[in-house]
């Protein structure tokens, strides 16, 4: 391959529309959804409760139960592969392998009646039965399950492996899910808010454990959180999600300094900040809309007060201000 | 002035079941605390979880008995007050919960949810009433359309502050607001916290604020003190805590928090899985901050000593003895003190 050639990203999502379908209507989730992501990248989501980001996340490894959910347009394009046309059984090849994903909530994805070394040792043999490859033994598979933990920065992994789940704090079982994601040797790990459940301290271990990983394995990294400090502590670039569009994408030093979209000025504008005590945050008028019934034109217009009658009628498509820098407004 | 509330050695110790492992134990929730709050006064409570803040709140608020110590509110012992006596000072001792849906009847309208503690606690009825739930309504930003609607047709915002009109309405002097924002979005959160300062202004109110988002309990408190396992560690006024912190669990708690300037890694953990072992001993020191590895302990099995000793990047040798007298001049650290 040659520099200068433009090559595929590692993730490709263009134009993405999925819609819930239900007895009160359908509701448009995501509303043309589109970001790319580089091989070793990082990127954050931030945004407002139900603008979509679970579900964007969700998306990457076909989670989203259907029905409800129906993909109404678009793609999403992982190493050169349509995720939206797949067959099931090559899904799972890739589903916690190249794409791997930890939650905010790590109890509800370890059964609490079985030891963390059952579990580990399971999945890893699992992984290998998805794609067709000889299970390595019960010895084998706990000893990488050991080896796991330790990367994660965790002491004594031979005890953590007969522990139950509930005998962990849960910064630990944290680091365990972390571990598992990495078992597949993931080339993008997706974090749906896996900080949220933590005290800040240990939030700051996570943090600068996923760091690590993503700098030491060259793990593109997509961050969820509507904590934009948390971000801004992970992630080289930041996109902000209202009401299921991405309204703003630029570099996340560009982003807190120089917002340019209405919604993601009122975001910022809004967050407390601990080193500028004067600084007064002021909230955003009105509220997030019915996606069952969305204002149509751009999302935002009920609240924004820049709107004009073409803001009413006309969606404002995602845009390049700058290099890298990306706004979804008629009047930026 | 007489102070609003003032709880001298304050401790709460819970018993805790009997396992076939284990004989009786015993947890220790709150272990010794005093606290002083003026009237028209704003302390901020901040500590990680199980550290004993909602446990404090309860005591002071007599909604738990307190195991040791003594609660004097508005010059009058409340400590073992009999219910009866205290039924009166009750209206003056408002709790607003962190999650307002939980707090709210689903069966009751907003009207009637704002109208309950005026009709139990006989202060209005009639045309009366039903002027002050507006007046009520309206002082947290809701208009009359919000009368009639129930709690499943209101927004997580919302929601709150139909709870706090609630807390409101037997007009209290004291408000304990327990993580009255963290189920709430930012841009919401913001209007909250406009509207709990507009509301102290005009009422008097003073406020316990416990949060653990030090960033609002810094926009919202004069005042802060730091709890950890049950004792508090460091208290002054939110400059001081906030801009010089002391105490070493102070420092480790603020080196934590993200930043948005700087967009560095917070928390000068080292900057790998290596440097942040959970069981790690040491803590590492980068641009002159501290930080704490490791977890809160269990409260249920606290280390001997100075709680903190096992995390703390300042402990001595004598740390590990004897727990460090309460505080001195605000903070609970021999070691900083002397240093
Ligand atoms: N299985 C489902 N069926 C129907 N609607 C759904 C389903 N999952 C999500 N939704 C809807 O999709 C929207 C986006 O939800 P999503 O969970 O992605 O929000 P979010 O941005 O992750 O919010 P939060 O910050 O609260 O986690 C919401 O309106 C939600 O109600
Ligand atoms: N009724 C109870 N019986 C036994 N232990 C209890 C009881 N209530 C609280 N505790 C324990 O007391 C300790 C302090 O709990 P508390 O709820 O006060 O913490 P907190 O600081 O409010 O935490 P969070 O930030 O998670 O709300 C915890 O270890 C908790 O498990
Ligand atoms: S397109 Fe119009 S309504 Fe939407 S953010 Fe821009 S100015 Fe506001
Ligand atoms: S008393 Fe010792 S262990 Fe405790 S905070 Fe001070 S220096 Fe650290
Ligand atoms: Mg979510
Ligand atoms: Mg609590």
Redesign the interface.
Known sequence: MTLNQPREPLLDISDYRLAFDSFDGTAQVLDGVSLRLEPGETLGIVG??GCGKSVLARSLLRLNPAPPARVVSGSIRFEGADLLTLSEREMRRLRGRRIAMVFQDPVSYLNPLLTIGTQMTDALRGQHAAVGQAQPSRFVARAEAAALLA??????PERLLASHPHQL?G??RQ?VLIAMALAGNPALLVADEPTTAL???????????I???V??RGLALLLIS?????I???CARVAVMYAGTIVEEAA??TL?RQPRHPYAQ??L?????????EH?????AG??PNLLRPPPGCRFHPRCGLATERCRVEKPLLRELAPGHNVACHHV | MTALLHATGLAKTYALPRTAFQLARTLQAVAGVDLLLQPGGTLGLVG??GCGKSTLARLLLRLVPASAGRIVFAGQDITTMPEATLRPLRRRLQLVHQNPGAALDPRLTVAQAVAEPLVIQRLARGAALRDRVAALLAEVGLGAEFLPRFPHEL???QKQRVCIARALAPEPHLLVLDEPTSAL???????M??MLAELRERRGLAYLFIS?????V??VCAEVAVMYLGRIVEQGS??EV?GAPRHPYTR??????????G?????A????????????QAAATVDGQM???G??PNPAAPPPGCPFHPRCTLAQPACRMGVPPPLVNGLACPVSRAG
């Open positions: 407002e409760t990367s994660v920065g965790l002491a004594e704090s910064g630990m680091r005290d800040v301290t240990v939030q700051a271990q996570v943090l600068a454990l760091a690590g990983l700098r030491d509507h904590d934009l400090g948390v801004a502590a992970s996340t030093a807190l009122g975001l504008a809004a967050v407390p900040d601990l080193d500028r005590p007064r945050p002021r909230g955003i509220s997030i | 990680e979880s927004s997580g915002g979005d930012v841009s919401v959160q913001a209007q916290l406009d653990h988002n030090l960033a609002v810094r926009q939110a400059a906030f480790a708690l603020l080196a934590s928090v993200p930043r948005l300037a967009a560095a890694l917070p928390a953990l080292g900057d790998g899985p290596a440097a942040a072992t959970v069981d790690g930080a704490a590895t977890e809160p």
